[in-house]
């Protein structure tokens, strides 16, 4: 189950950063770690109690010089609607009840999403009480007084909040159903590919199971094999404000590859590989997640017998730190080797969730260090004395050695390779911890 995400809406000036700034304290960004990608502001991780959330502030959005304040805040309700669990909806006490508030409130009962009203700047609990009750006009339930500036009344705003979370459930699916989040920047082909993909003679597209928030998954079988698409509803949604969700799709990313066990990527032939590509592909790999890159669009280009290659070596440049994914040209809109794509997805799942005996992984290491021997610093050599497999999605190995220190990353890159050659593990990342022994 991924974290729900919450959103902050509200007027400028009702104090919406200074609460993101005081429920995000320290914990920024739960990307900042992944190759490529930059840490953004817009979005913290949270912790209540035993809960954990995403928190979107949509203020970051730059309101355009001729865009009035409603017109902004119509489109931030928007965006937090489209992407939110539960919406924070912040009104100010000090400058009381306006137009512009009944507007998004209008939108947000519409919405049917769960609105938590916080009345900020509250910072008298007692002298100001009276003037939160004006906010009750706006039908959205208990106006909560907080101070985000103080703080005060956080903690009760926040259990509101968490009440409106989904339940937790333990397991989502059952363990032989393949997890699969189809992920790339917008107008890249994800939906074409989906439709696609249920339209396919072969795919039974499976009864969506109870929860609402599964609804939002397309459950398919071939066969024998079952599969689930995870979050769906979000990427083949279609309408106009897609495009300035675009910010905020990188949170719908995120929780989708969090649930996921392998991720799709997308690539755009007629784009080439961009910035944004190597983001995402960079949480794929962060995560753990197995991995394949699909370049769409083959229709749309011009080609030679060297296109291909040509698009290969830039893939091997650009994401260079998954050169386990194998790759895929298709076209979603002819279908051109779309049906490959069942085969490649089943294989790379179940080479991340292969488990090698301890006896056959210290053949191979044994082997290895013949052959190469381990690097020595100051007249001291590296020591391997054995190494085991600790876990799987992705296979994960602890590796035993005299001194750390010596372990280069050049020599753990080695045996990763020798690993590979041996056992196969196409398509999915391998973790290496280094532990001393004496
Ligand atoms: P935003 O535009 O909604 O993001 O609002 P800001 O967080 O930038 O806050 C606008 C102003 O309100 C700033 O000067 C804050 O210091 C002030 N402010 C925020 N929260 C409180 C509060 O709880 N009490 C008081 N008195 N001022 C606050
Ligand atoms: P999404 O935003 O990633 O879901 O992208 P869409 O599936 O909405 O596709 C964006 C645009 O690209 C649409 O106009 C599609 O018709 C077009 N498109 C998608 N796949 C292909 C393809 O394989 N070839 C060509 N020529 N166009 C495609």
Known sequence: ?????????????????????????????IVEDTP??????????????????????????????DDIILSQMRKQAEIAIETADVVIFLVDVKQGLTDSDHEVANMLRKSHKPVV???????????NNMDVYEFYNLGLGDPIPISAAQPLGLGDMLDKVIEHFPEQETSEYEDEVIKVAIIGKPNVGKSSLINKILGEERVIVSDIPGTTRDAIDTPVTIGEDKFVFIDTAGVRRKNKIKED????????????????????????????????????????HEKGKAAIIVVNKWDKIEKDDKTMNKYLKDIEFKLSYMPYAPKLFISALTGQRVHKLFEMIKLVAQNHSLRISTGLLNDVLYEAMAMNQ??????????IYYMTQVSVRPPSFVLFVNDKELMHFSYERYIENQLR????FKGTPLRFMVREKQ
């Open 1 to 29: 189950m991924s974290k729900p995400i919450v959103a902050i809406v509200g007027r400028p000036n009702v104090g919406k950063s200074t609460l993101f700034n005081r429920l995000a304290g320290e914990r920024i960004s």
């Open 421 to 424: 050659e041996a056992f196969g």
């Open 245 to 284: 969700i675009e910010k905020y799709s990188i949170v719908r990313t995120v929780a989708a590859i969090e649930r996921a066990d392998v991720a799709v990527l997308m690539i755009d032939a007629s784009e080439g590989i961009t910035e944004q590509d190597t983001k995402i592909a960079g949480i794929a």
């Open 117 to 127: 009203l916080a009345v900020n700047k509250v910072d008298n609990m007692i002298q």
């Open 374 to 383: 381990p690097p020595t610093d100051k007249g001291k050599r590296l020591k």
């Open 36 to 65: 490529g990608v930059t840490r953004d502001r817009i979005y913290a991780d949270v912790e209540w109690l035993n809960h954990s959330f995403t928190l979107i502030d949509t203020g970051g959005i730059e309101p355009n010089s």
